[in-house]
C-alpha cells in the first residue's frame, strides 16, 4: 500500500491541517456518516486559499477501511468528471484515513423531499448522474472503466449550485473495456433495496448492476419514496414502482405537489419509461447509459420547452372549455379535415379571442383573452400518438410565435390542458390545397393564373424561411404539401404543420442537419430518405412535388402514379419531362381551358408559362440535393411563369377591346347611313321611284 500511495504523494495534506479545518472533527461538522467513514465539512487553507471542503474520515480498525481507502483516492485520483466529487487530497498520517474533497451541501436522500426541488432541477440532477456514470462506464481512450457497486440517493451529493456530485467509491471496481459484459466477483454487492437481484444468480456484478439501482435512484427523485421502508407492505420501490408502472397508475405514488409541476406529459412518460427499464429482471434488457443520457435530455428538453412557452406565451393560453364550447365538444358538425391520424381541424366561432385588437378590454385575469367573435381552425392533437404529439406541438408553437409572413399562417393561441394538445389559427375559408386535387369540379375554380399565384406565395414563404429571417437564422420546414398548404377569403396561400421543421442557428457554416426521416413519402427528399441529410434542398424538393400536383391536378400519390412508381408523382414526372412528355400529364381541366370553343378568350395556360412552370418544377425534383435550385431563383422563374400568363391575358383584352371598338364603329356607320337615307327620302320622296 506504501508503494501504491507514493503515486499520490502530490496529493497528501498533513493531518494538522485537516484537524484544524474541521475544529478536530468536531460532532457539530459531522454531515454524514455510515457504517465505514463519517464525513465532515470544515474550511481549509490550501495553496494560499481558503476552501470548503468535506473531510471523509475512514475507520480503519480493520484493513477494510485501508482498502476502501485506497480504492476511493485510486478513482478520483484517475477520472475527473464535473459530476463526480472533485479530490483535493489525503491525509494518511498516525493510523488516520481521510480524504479530502470538495464541498457539498448534503445527499439527494438529504433533499428527496425537499419541496425546493422542483421537477426542472430532478431532471437536471439524474441527467448529471447519468453522465457521470456514462463517464466511469466507458470513457473514450481509457483502457478500463469503474463500475461503482453503490449507487444510491446517500452517494450523490449536491453542491451549493444544485449540481450532482457521484461520491461512495469504496467500493468501485475497475474493469477493461473490452470485458465490460463480465461478471466481476464483489464482496459488496450494494446497500439494501438498490441491490440488482441478479446478483444472486451471476455471483457478481456488471455495469448493468450500476443501471439498476439507478433506476431505484430515478423512483426515489420521482415518487420521494425511500428505496426500502421497513415495516410496510410495500417495503421495496422497486417492487412498488414497477406494480403501478406496468398498471398505469404511476401518478398515485407521485407527490401532489411534484407531479404539478410536471407540464410535459411526455416528460414524465420518457422519464418513468427509462426508469422502468432499468429495472429489468434480465441484465441484457436494461439499457445503456448512453441511452439513458439520450431519453432523459428529451424530458428535460421537453419541461423547459414548456416551461418556456407558460412564460413567454402565456397571454396565448386558451381554456379548453372555450374550444368545448366552440366545437359542441369537438363535434363532428365542425371537422374540416383528419390529416393521416396526425390531428383533426375544426372550422368554428371562437367567443374569447379578437385577434385584430387583442388588447381592446382591460382589467381582464393574466392570460384571459378578450372577448370576440371569430371563426378560427383549430387543430387537436391526438393523445397517446407516440410518433406524433407534444414536442410537434411544442415546436409548432414556438416556430410559428416567432414568424411574420403574410403566406405563413398567424398563431391566435394554444390549449394544452388535462390531455388535450390544442392549437388555434387564423380561418382558412376556402380550405386546404389538397381538398381540391382529384376534384374536377373544385379544381375548376384553380385557374392557371390562379394556381401560379399560389405556387408563388408559398415559394415566398419558403424563400422567407431559408435566408430572410432575422439574425440569419434559418429554418427548414421538412413537411411542405399540399395538407399544409391553406386557402383564405382570397384565394391567397398559407403554409401552416411546422411541427417537424428544424431551426438552424445563426452563422452556421455547414447548412446540414442529420436527423431522423420525418414527412410524408410522396414528398420526401430521395437524398435525405437515403441519408438523414436534410437541407433547404429537401424543402425544395418537396415543393417541387406541390408544383407537379398543381400542374397535373391530382395527388403525389394518386393510384394513377403508383402503378407506374413506388415513389409516385416525382419520379413519374422527372421521367415524362425526360422523354417530353410531361404535357400529357396537364390537368385536363387546363387543356379545357384552351380547347377549340375558347380560342378566341385564349383562357387558359400560356405555352411559355407553361414550358417556364414545367421546367422548373424538374429541377426542384432533382435526385439530389445539389441539382436543386434555391427558393429565390424558384420564385423567380415562377413570376416569371405569370408574367407570360399575365401578357396573354393583357393581349386577350386588348384584342376584345378592339373588336368591341370595330363593332362600334360599324355600328355607328350603319347608323349614320340609315339617318342619311331618311334624310333625303323625306326631302325627295320620290327619289327612287324609277
Known sequence: MTSTMTMFASLRIPLEDVVKATNNFHDDYIIQHDGISTTYEGRLLWSGKEMKIAAQRFDCRHLEGDLKFLNEISVLADFKHTNLVSIIGFSDEKDEKIIITTHAIGSLKQYINSPNLTWKLRLWICLSLAHALSYLHYEEGCDYGIIHCNITSDTILLDENGEAKLSGFEFSIKQSVNNKDQVCPCEHTGTMGYVDPTIEKTGGVTHKSDIYSFGIVLFETLCERKALIHNEADRSLAQLAKYHYEKGTLHDIIHPHLLNQILSPQSLLIYSKVAYSCLNDDRAHRPDMDHIVAKLEKALELQLRRENIENKLGHLKIHLNDIKLATNNFSETYTIASKDGECTLYRAELHCFDKENPSSEKGKNKGDHPKGHNIVVIKQYPSGNQFFGEEELFTEIEMLSSVEHPNIVTLIGFCIEDSEMILVFENVSNGYLDDYLGNDNDMRIL????????????????????????????????????????????????????????????????EVVYIDLRGRPANIDPEYEKTNKLKRESDVYSFGIVLLEILCGRRAFDPVYLKESDKGLGLVARQSFCTGTLEDMIDPILKEETSEYNFVLKRGPNKESLDTFMKIAYQCVAETQDQRPTMKVVVKELEKALSFQVSQRSKTLIFLYTCIMLVNSIHMYHSICTQIITFILKKHPSIFNF
Open 447 to 510: 385557374t392557371w393564373e390562379k394556381r401560379l399565384k399560389i405556387c408563388i406565395e408559398v415559394a415566398n414563404a419558403l424563400e422567407h424561411l431559408h435566408s430572410e429571417m432575422e439574425d440569419q437564422r434559418m429554418i427548414i420546414h421538412r413537411d411542405i404539401c399540399s395538407y399544409n398548404i391553406g386557402l383564405d377569403e382570397n384565394w391567397r396561400a398559407k403554409i401552416e404543420g411546422f411541427g417537424y421543421c428544424v431551426f438552424l442557428p445563426p452563422n452556421q457554416e455547414d
